[in-house]
């Protein structure tokens, strides 16, 4: 019974020795500094964040070397020592300021406390000139408006902080720009140089970046007034549009609605157009080859000049060939009265008439003409139900003689009319001037 007892009592000895002996290894695994963290501060408290923050990557990296992966049990007899060490390195790398003391608070995440004393010359402002190099005045005030709160990224590292300490934190600055240029102005990029006083001066220099504008083809167009008219203004608009050469084309989608404004204005501003009433709408197709497309319409004139050539007609009437001008005054959004005059080359005649037109529906419209030298009455109508597809009829009172016609628009200076009468058909080319 003594001897099964002994036993016993020996197994959970050997037992009690096996976990005190795995125990004590675990201890001696968890008891060694994993981790470093640093913590900076000065005796007044100014340090600027961003700097901060890079000291103290500073510091942890230094005593990182040093003592991770130390034990602590046996840790504080060289305590001291690492102190001094981080203290002696961190001194020499260190500018603007002097290391006061280095304190190591041991464990598994070490803390390392740096206390610093600054140098006497501080910056207390600091004063950020922007420059945008290779762009227009027009281009550069945009561009500085995406960047108006850049001075912040200066003041926040630089504010406070010792005069002969600015050059250390060109790296931190470099970081801290190019985070705000890629949020605010990310077609161009920055560099800066800095003059270090009491009052700092930063000259920050913005360029773009490519690809950028390199041609722009442009065109001018109006619905309302004879295209040719506007030729006056091609040169203005041209000067507007030409801000745009050597800017990002990123640059210019984004800010495709400023661009478009400042031609508007420019064109509308003109006595002309003020005249006329006209109102200019651009559109900006941004690309190293761009586009402008400018439309200037006015809801108080109806002012065209047009000619048609006739293709396969048989009568000879005079007409296969013919130049018409019509000038129109809108007596309200609906109804026009005009005067038109037609010449015909052909025999050397001509013929004006006068006339009311009115819209009877959103793509419908009816008019009764009075010709002044034939004393005779045309009645019409035309309907537009597509953007390039017009539809027409005109019935003369004299010899009862109707005409219809459908017509396509091939671009803004050229359309074909597929035309009938009573007695035939023809083709006609009619060119918008």
Known sequence: MLG???????LFALFALAFLWMGEGHAFASGTIAAVRAEV????????????????????AIAAQLIEGKPLSS?????????ATIREVFDKV????????????????????????PWADRVEKVEVAVSVEGVSPAVEKMAKEDIAGVDAVFCQSLEGLPAAAADWTNGVLKESLNAYMAEHL???RADFDIETASRAHVALTVYPKTPVVRTIDLAMRSDTIANFALLEKRSVLQTKANEM????????????T??????????????????????THVTIAAGEQASVMSRSDTSRFRLRLEGWGDVGRRAADGKDIAFRAHAGAMLSAADEFFVQADVLPQDFGWGWEMGYERRV?????????????????TTGMRAKFLPRVELRWEHRRAGGRSEAGLSYRLHDFLRVELVRDSSEGWLRLIGDF
């Open 245 to 256: 050469l050597g800017v990002p084309v990123a640059f210019v989608a984004r800010h495709e």
């Open 186 to 188: 990310p077609e161009f």
């Open 94 to 117: 260190l500018v603007g300021y002097s290391v006061a003391s280095v304190a190591i608070e041991p464990g598994e995440e070490a803390c390392v406390r740096v206390a610093l004393v």
């Open 41 to 60: 501060v000065t005796v007044d408290g100014a340090v600027p964040p961003t700097v901060k923050a890079r000291m103290e990557r500073s510091v942890a």
């Open 361 to 377: 529906l959103p793509a419908l419209f009816a008019h009764l003409r009075y010709d002044m030298r034939e004393h005779d009455w």
């Open 75 to 83: 840790y504080g007899g060289r305590r001291a020592t690492d102190e």
């Open 4 to 10: 099964r007892r002994a036993g016993a009592e020996a």
């Open 258 to 279: 400023e661009f478009a404004r400042g031609m508007e204005d420019t064109l509308d501003a003109s006595s002309v157009f003020r005249a006329l009433g006209l109102k």
